[in-house]
């Protein structure tokens, strides 16, 4: 058995046309036309950022489950339980092969100790020493379309060049090995990207991904519109090599019947920094999407839909990351505020009389200059 991955950072299957009609086609619908297989129409991550999506997709498992719950923590160093398929590969007896730019490879986009397998010459160099045998696993990893666009701007045009470069790439794996040598081909992807803004950080645009498995032998494009995620790799590799004998995961095979619901979760911005936490959760299910702040408000995409906020509240709080700590401090901030309001009275009654315009702090400027205390309009 002959397995191959091949993972395209951020390359989102809102904006490919075999993902989105309304979307032009595209060099990488092209490809996956060319080698047939199956297209998995609804698929979603729970975290669409790189180390937290990696890590659902290597463990199967939620954040708050597999260690990797902040932007900033990378398998590398962060995944907590000692199961994921990297170790059931290995331990099958399968020859591991992989290819990563050697930056993210430092980060840690593999699991402990599999960044070691890695190849760290040219990317057809590197390609063409790729041991395949019987019982091969070869994983390539592509940050071309993100490097695309994180330099020339995220705008249609962008995403056409760096999916060309990418599906360039992966035609070169091709002219040095063989399609015919895998049993399985999976092209992926951890997260997708916005161009326009939205009113919900949790929007297809970022979290549907590109899912998509081309099996020996395969023409032409099936569509399995079922509710799938990236948690689901982890369960499908190992109905691939025919393990049977893990602990229980949230992702489901992609051989198998899909999701009932999807839980997702995000940061309050896309920006990389410390002291982040995360701020949205959302549910997805038959009736789309439900989104929950910390305050424990519920919105939903489509009006009076039968949906149990409670029950769902509790779930979250049980399975995904921060929601009990967050929403207790909102409830606390929300105190504060009210405080803040009766502070117009000092302790013995009396109204304090207000000698400046009162403007909120995020209006004004503190600036020290010549000893003295200056506001400013921002």
Not at 113 to 136: A, M, Q, R
Not at 252 to 262: A, P
Not at 348 to 371: A, C, H, T, W, Y
Request: negative net charge; proline residues 4%.
């Amino acid at each position: 058995m002959n397995i191959l991955m091949i993972f395209a950072d951020m390359l989102g299957a809102e904006y490919i046309n075999l993902g989105n009609s309304n979307q032009p086609l595209c060099s990488i619908d092209i490809l996956m036309k060319e080698l047939g297989g199956t297209l998995f129409y609804n698929c979603f991550t729970p975290a669409p950022d790189t180390p937290r999506s990696s890590a659902c997709m290597w463990t199967g498992l939620y954040p708050k489950k597999n260690g990797c719950d902040n932007r900033l923590k990378y398998p590398g160093e962060y995944l907590k339980p000692s199961f994921n398929f990297w170790n059931a590969i290995e331990e099958a007896g399968y020859v591991v092969n992989a290819y990563v730019k050697a930056s993210m490879n430092r980060i840690g986009l593999l699991p402990s100790p599999y960044g070691t397998y890695v190849h760290y010459d040219s990317y057809n160099e590197s390609i063409s020493h790729f041991l395949i045998n019987d019982k091969s696993f070869s994983f390539v990893y592509l940050p071309d379309l993100h490097l695309m666009m994180d330099v020339n701007g995220y705008n249609q045009k962008m995403f056409i060049r760096g999916t060309e470069v990418v599906t360039s790439c992966i035609s070169d794996l091709f002219s040095i090995l063989n399609i015919d040598r895998f049993d399985y081909v999976i092209i992926f992807s951890d997260h997708g990207f916005r161009i326009e803004k939205k009113e919900h950080l949790i929007e297809n645009d970022r979290i549907r991904t590109l899912m998509f498995i081309h099996k020996r032998g395969d023409t032409g494009i099936k569509i399995d519109y079922n509710m799938r995620s990236n948690l689901d790799i982890c369960p499908t590799i190992m109905d691939i090599i025919n393990r049977r004998d893990f602990p229980p995961v949230d992702g489901k095979s992609l051989f198998g019947e899909g999701h009932k619901s999807i839980l997702i979760e995000d940061h309050e911005d896309f920006s990389v920094k410390l002291g982040q936490t995360i701020e949205h959760w959302a549910v997805i299910d038959q009736n789309g999407k439900h989104w929950l702040e910390c305050s424990g408000k519920w919105e939903h995409e489509k009006p009076n839909v039968v949906f149990d906020e409670k029950y769902w509240e509790s779930i979250i709080s049980e399975n995904m990351s921060d929601y009990a700590k967050n929403h207790e401090l909102y409830t606390t901030l929300h105190k504060y505020d009210e405080y803040k309001d009766d502070n117009n009275v000092f302790s013995n009654g009396e109204m304090i009389k207000v000698r400046f315009s009162r403007r909120p702090i995020s209006q004004r400027v503190l600036r020290i200059k010549d000893g003295l205390l200056h506001y400013l309009k921002s």
